[in-house]
């Protein structure tokens, strides 16, 4: 049972043009996502994250906006860089019951020169 | 400030071999993780520990054991490796388990 899914499994934009990164979750208790990018022979470094009181967050060119009704979350780059070219995960949390990060399956985003 | 250290960084392994893998940390933190991620499956918890001396089981748990004898180290063992745990294998840490992961920069191990 995949409670976080990413279903793009890869993504190519053009540089300069915006990334839009895409997460679905099913369970109603998490209240917490967060964003970790991982480049090759490298571990999954913490790139963004969201409290479910917010349903935007912004650092730079990263936001993330967050649809609780839908169960939806994403993640923009804008603009997109050759360096943004990487795998991302999108994780979630229950916060109040301090549950484990639960991960998805990640997209693999290449930025084009 | 070496953060989350893993030990080896890639090993050949024949089927049946043992061997365990390290990981570090030096963050004083006290959750523990080890992950597996293959492709198209994501990030994939084996197993996990909450506190020194503690183990859990993860997603994934069967062919590893887990020991958490001091709080700063989390040690992956396999007994008997099969062909299927093949993988790139990231251990984490955190100070609370929802949030703040800190990755190491994962062992790519082989079973031939």
């Known amino acids: 049972d995949q409670q976080v899914k990413q279903n793009s499994p890869s993504l190519s934009v053009q540089e300069g043009r915006i990334s839009i990164l895409n997460c679905d979750y099913t369970n109603s208790m998490f209240d917490y996502f967060l964003w970790y990018k991982k480049y090759p022979a490298e571990g999954p470094t913490f790139l963004i994250s969201i409290s479910s009181i917010k349903d935007k967050n912004e650092d730079g060119r990263f936001t993330v906006f967050l649809n609780k009704s839908a169960k939806h979350l994403s993640l923009h780059i804008v603009p997109s860089q050759p360096g943004d070219s990487a795998v991302y995960f999108c994780a979630a949390s229950a916060r109040v019951g301090n549950e484990k990060l639960t991960f998805g399956t990640g997209t693999r985003l290449t930025i084009i020169p | 400030n070496a953060g989350v250290t893993q030990t080896p960084k890639f090993r050949v392994l024949k089927t049946g071999q043992s061997m365990t893998l390290l990981c570090a940390q030096d963050?004083?933190?006290?959750?523990m993780y080890w992950y597996r991620q293959d492709p198209g499956m994501g990030l994939r918890l084996i197993h996990y520990s909450v506190g020194e001396g503690t183990t859990a089981k993860g997603e994934v748990p069967d062919g590893y054991n887990v020991s958490r004898l001091k709080k700063q180290n989390f040690l992956l063992g396999l007994e008997s490796a099969a062909p299927s745990q093949t993988s790139v294998y990231f251990c984490?840490?955190?100070?609370?388990?929802?949030?703040?992961?800190?990755f190491g920069s994962g062992t790519r191990l082989t079973v031939v």
């Open positions: 963050m004083n933190h006290e959750y």
């Open positions: 984490a840490s955190s100070l609370v388990q929802s949030s703040g992961y800190t």
